[in-house]
T-cell receptor, first 115, second 117 residues
Framework: QKEVEQNSGPLSVPEGAIASLNCTYSDRGSQSFFWYRQYSGKSPELIMS????GDKEDGRFTAQLNKASQYVSLLIRDSQPSDSATYLC???????????????FGIGTKLQVIP | GAVVSQHPSRVICKSGTSVKIECRSL??????MFWYRQFPKKSLMLMAT?????????EQGVEKDKFLINHASLTLSTLTVTSAHPEDSSFYICSARHLYGRRNEQFFGPGTRLTVL
């Protein structure tokens, strides 16, 4: 089983709708989770971090964490064409040989917001 | 805050040459920096973890003699691709973890697109 799993999409939503992006993870010990947005040809940009069960809201973005189900989601309200990008879910995954915490990324879900 | 720069943004070189990429945290100190590679329509692949003042830790399958990493200070890490070949052509991205920031948050540089002819 992959450490972090996402549906690669594309997920198409009309402008103004709510986009719902989902992610599951395999390490029950993970304590922190991240959503990154990556535009085509660009590097990822951190948009949300979540550390505890429940919802965390920041503007049009809401991250939801359910540790019992090992499930993280990102909701984007009032979706705009500028939200069209690939959204990467990330979670800590083990230690490297030097003893440092690694973060593993999902393959990313491509979101298309249709005007 | 949390700005990471990378230089150069794009490089084209001949096969057999070496290419050096710099990663800098501009407004914060970073104990740890990470180097990733991303092929088109693929996810990020962690290559190595770079820690200030110590040797880098490489992921399985990444040749440490080919991808030389130096983390000279809390704001600078460099990746040198030695004797580059066309199969090394990729998008190389660094990220930095804030010394006093939230656990495991990483901030990415803009990336360097390497093309080896």
């Amino acid at each position: 089983q992959k450490e972090v799993e996402q549906n690669s999409g594309p997920l198409s939503v009309p402008e103004g709708a709510i986009a719902s992006l989902n992610c599951t993870y395999s390490d029950r010990g993970s304590q922190s989770f991240f959503w990154y947005r990556q535009y085509s040809g660009k590097s990822p940009e951190l948009i949300m971090s979540i550390y505890s069960n429940g919802d965390k809201e920041d503007g049009r973005f809401t991250a939801q964490l359910n540790k019992a189900s090992q499930y993280v989601s990102l909701l984007i309200r009032d979706s705009q064409p500028s939200d069209s990008a690939t959204y990467l879910c990330a979670a800590p995954w083990g230690l490297n040989s030097g003893g440092y915490q690694k973060v593993t990324f999902g393959i990313g879900t491509k979101l298309q917001v249709i005007p | 805050g949390a700005v990471v720069s990378q230089h150069p943004s794009r490089v084209i070189c001949k096969s057999g040459t070496s290419v050096k990429i710099e990663c800098r945290s501009l407004d914060f100190q970073a104990t740890t920096m990470f180097w990733y590679r991303q092929f088109p329509k693929k996810s990020l692949m962690l290559m190595a973890t770079s820690n200030e003042g110590s040797k880098a830790t490489y992921e399985q399958g990444v040749e440490k003699d080919k991808f030389l990493i130096n983390h000279a200070s809390l704001t600078l890490s460099t990746l040198t691709v030695t004797s580059a070949h066309p199969e090394d052509s990729s998008f190389y991205i660094c990220s930095a973890r804030h010394l006093y920031g939230r656990r495991n948050e990483q901030f990415f540089g803009p990336g360097t697109r390497l093309t080896v002819l």
